[in-house]
C-alpha cells in the first residue's frame, strides 16, 4: 500500500523556536492532513489542504500542500509547551478517500 | 460536542484471551474505522465500517475481527490474544467523502 515518511521522527527544542516537520509519499495525493496527538489523547485534526501549492495557517501553524502533490510541510512559529504531541501527516489511500494512510509521526518536545 | 468514546483507557489481558474492544460515537457518521498505534509505524488501518453490518479490511486485519450491530457502535474483537498485540488502539468515525476523522482516546492494550 502507500508509505508516508515523516521527518524528522522526534524533536526537541527550547520554548519560542519554530519548528519544521515534513511528509513525502511515493504516490500522488490529492488531500494532506495534519494531525496532533497530546499525551494520552486521540489525535485531532489541525490543518487539511486540497490543492496543490496550498497554503494554509491555523494560528501559529501553516501547512502546505507540495506542487509536485508527493509532498507537505507543518510549521510551528514561536513553539510554547502546550505545542508538546505527536504530529501526523495523512492522505487519502483509497480512490473513495475514506480510508487514511498515515505517516510515522513526529514527537515535538518542548523545553520550557 | 462531538464525541468518540472508547469503553477502556487501559487493559491488560493474558495470552489467548478473547478480547473486546468498543467504541460508541454520538454523531450519526456512517463510517468508522479501528487503528492500532505503534511508535514509529504511526497509525494503521485495522478494519473500516462503511455502513451497518458492513465492513472492510484494512492494512493489518490478521488476528482481528469487528462487529458493526448498529450505527453508534463499532466493536474490534481479538479472537485469541497474542503478545504481538500489545497496542494503542484508536477508534475513529466520520462522514462520508472527505470529511475529518474523528477519534476516541485511545485503549492501551497489554497483553502478558
Known amino acids: 500500500g502507500q508509505q508516508l515518511n515523516q521527518s524528522p521522527q522526534s524533536m526537541f527544542i527550547q520554548e519560542g523556536e519554530d519548528v519544521s516537520m515534513n511528509c513525502t509519499s511515493s504516490s500522488i495525493f490529492n488531500t494532506w492532513l495534519w494531525y496532533k496527538q497530546d499525551p494520552g489523547e486521540g489525535p485531532v485534526l489541525l490543518i487539511a489542504l486540497y490543492k496543490a501549492g496550498e497554503l494554509t495557517s491555523n494560528g501559529r501553524l501553516t501547512a502546505q500542500f507540495g506542487i509536485t502533490r508527493k509532498d507537505s510541510f507543518l510549521n510551528i512559529s514561536a513553539s510554547i509547551p502546550s505545542d508538546v504531541g505527536i504530529y501526523f501527516c495523512a492522505g487519502p489511500s483509497n480512490n473513495a478517500g475514506n480510508m487514511l494512510t498515515f505517516g510515522g509521526g513526529t514527537r515535538l518536545m518542548v523545553k520550557p | 460536542d462531538v464525541k468518540v468514546t472508547q469503553s477502556s483507557r487501559y487493559l491488560v489481558k493474558r495470552t489467548g484471551e478473547k478480547v473486546f474492544l468498543e467504541c460508541v460515537q454520538d454523531?450519526?457518521?456512517?463510517?468508522m474505522f479501528w487503528y492500532r498505534q505503534d511508535p514509529g509505524l504511526g497509525l494503521r488501518l485495522i478494519y473500516f465500517s462503511y455502513d451497518v453490518k458492513m465492513k472492510e479490511k484494512g492494512d493489518i486485519p490478521e488476528g482481528y475481527s469487528v462487529s458493526r450491530e448498529k450505527k453508534e457502535r463499532f466493536s474490534l474483537i481479538l479472537e485469541s490474544a497474542s503478545t504481538n498485540q500489545t497496542s494503542m488502539y484508536l477508534c475513529a468515525s466520520r462522514t462520508p467523502g472527505y470529511g475529518e476523522q474523528f477519534f476516541g482516546p485511545g485503549t492501551r492494550l497489554t497483553v502478558l
Open positions: 454523531m450519526d457518521h456512517e463510517n
